[in-house]
């Protein structure tokens, strides 16, 4: 099984409003990875998690909080967005930071309004 | 660093023909290579590999791809192409010693008409 699960599917929210990202694993990978995709673009890595710890942070603004509970779950915590940051957001997972073959959930796709 | 190019943005092609869909990457040292594909308001689904071993790889639904490394190239191939393989395809490098980002290319859109 290589599935790769994100809730919600759609999300819509406001400027002001506080709302999470969920992704979960249950394939044992020791590694997870949050990406941005705008329409018509390649995904961007915006965090890597390795066995749990952040190893990897590419610039993101704060107003993007990722957090790794354990080792099949990856959480992205959303806060105070702009309406550019409106796009799908994809999580992915491989089994560690050396094996890369990495497998991609279905997305979230958000709307800020 | 590396980098993938892949120059076609998109190709059409009726159903049945055979497709291409062309990558090059760059890279001063080995890499992993990787085709994944985007069907429309979907996640990447991984396509086929090239980690080491036969330079030929082969997915289940009949696409292929070719890992040259003198021309520095990883090709797609399908031999009869179908109207559900209308979707985006994404070449993607990474290097093969630790760690290291997994560059995409900027995607080709296959479009396949009857």
């Known amino acids: 099984d290589t599935e790769v699960t994100q809730t919600p599917k759609h999300l819509v929210m406001g400027m002001t409003n506080k709302k999470s990202l969920k992704c979960e694993q249950h394939?044992?990978?020791?590694?997870m990875y949050w990406y941005k995709q705008k329409a018509k673009k390649p995904p961007e890595l915006m965090f890597v998690?390795?066995?749990?710890?952040?190893?990897i942070n590419e610039s993101v603004p704060s107003r993007f909080s990722p957090e790794c509970p354990n080792s099949s779950l990856l959480n992205l915590h959303l806060h105070a967005l702009q309406p550019e940051d409106s796009a799908l957001y994809l999580c992915?997972?491989?089994?560690?930071?050396?094996?890369?073959?990495?497998?991609f959930g279905p997305g979230t796709r958000l709307t800020v309004l | 660093a590396q980098s993938v190019t892949q120059l076609d943005s998109q190709v059409p092609v009726f159903e049945e023909a055979p497709v291409e869909l062309r990558c090059n990457y760059s890279?001063?040292?080995?890499?992993?290579l990787f085709w994944y594909v985007q069907y429309p308001n979907q996640g990447l689904q991984l396509l086929l590999k090239y980690l080491s071993g036969s330079t030929l790889v082969e997915s289940i639904n009949g696409f292929e791809a070719e890992f040259n490394k003198s021309q520095t190239s990883f090709h797609l191939r399908k031999p009869s192409v179908h109207i559900s393989d209308t979707a985006e395809y994404f070449c993607a490098v990474t290097m093969n010693t630790g760690f290291q980002k997994l560059v995409f290319g900027t995607g080709t859109r296959l479009l396949v008409s009857p």
């Open positions: 992915a997972s491989s089994p560690d930071h050396l094996r890369v073959t990495q497998y």
């Open positions: 890279s001063s040292v080995s890499v992993y």
């Open positions: 394939m044992g990978h020791r590694a």
């Open positions: 998690y390795s066995y749990e710890k952040l190893s």
